[in-house]
């Protein structure tokens, strides 16, 4: 099955400084790649997906890359703000996700003021 | 909070009972799915179902019952031969075949002593 690695597993910047997520998968099959956003307590919420026929996506301040080679996705949120501070989750899926999502195992995203 | 329901949202048993967490929608959404959290991990995939009456084990079935009678609705049941119950647990849907978004329910925390 597929296996998804995350770094780092903690990642602390400064307020309006740039922050980079990093993901690996296994499955060659992963055609499917979204990032969660979850604030402590609460439910995940999708900030940003990308397929695998498409190398990079950006909204606004959030832009994710794809390396299908390589099979390596980065989550890239630059002018970083206190609101930003969260878990960030990335996760890969053949099928589009219909069949479930692999989950890295997270990034806690801290913004210094 | 868009649509998808979960209850309760902090749930205690004792060892050696079974215990039924619900799941509701009403996006009109195909698909839904089961996923487990502990602290510091990343999301798991217990079972999923794409389609009214017929549902699929992911990662980490064993010890979890589901049934999906209604499109709108998918119970898990944690049974008592789950060696490790206590954690965070998280319903999503997703229109199958669509957009592949999977919005999450709000979760409900099982204790298990």
């Known amino acids: 099955g597929e296996n998804v690695e995350q770094h780092p597993s903690t990642l602390s910047v400064q307020e309006g400084d740039s922050a980079v997520i990093k993901c690996t998968y296994s499955?060659?099959?992963?055609?499917?790649f979204p990032w969660y956003k979850q604030e402590l307590g609460k439910r995940p919420q999708l900030i940003i997906d990308i397929r695998s026929n498409v190398g990079e996506k950006k909204d606004q301040r959030i832009a994710v890359t794809l390396n299908k080679t390589a099979k390596h996705f980065s989550l890239h949120i630059t002018e970083t703000q206190p609101e930003d501070s969260a878990v960030y989750f990335c996760?890969?899926?053949?099928?589009?996700?219909?069949?479930?999502?692999?989950f890295g195992k997270g990034t806690h995203l801290i913004i210094q003021p | 909070d868009g649509g998808i329901t979960q209850s309760p949202k902090y749930l205690f048993r004792k060892e050696g009972q079974n215990v039924t967490l619900s799941c509701e929608q009403n996006l009109n959404h195909d698909a839904m799915y089961w996923y487990r959290q502990d602290p510091g991990q990343g999301l798991r995939l217990i079972y999923y179902?794409?389609?009214?009456?017929?549902?699929q084990k992911g990662d980490i079935a064993e010890g979890y019952s589901v049934s999906r009678e209604k499109k709108e609705s998918f119970p898990l049941t944690v049974t008592s031969a789950q060696k490790n119950p206590t954690a965070f647990y998280l319903c999503?849907?997703?229109?199958?075949?669509?957009?592949?978004?999977?919005?999450f329910g709000p979760g409900t925390r099982l204790t298990v002593t």
């Open positions: 999503a849907s997703s229109i199958d075949g669509g957009p592949y978004e999977q919005y």
């Open positions: 996760a890969a899926s053949a099928g589009g996700g219909a069949d479930g999502l692999t």
């Open positions: 179902s794409q389609i009214v009456n017929d549902f």
């Open positions: 499955d060659s099959a992963s055609n499917y």
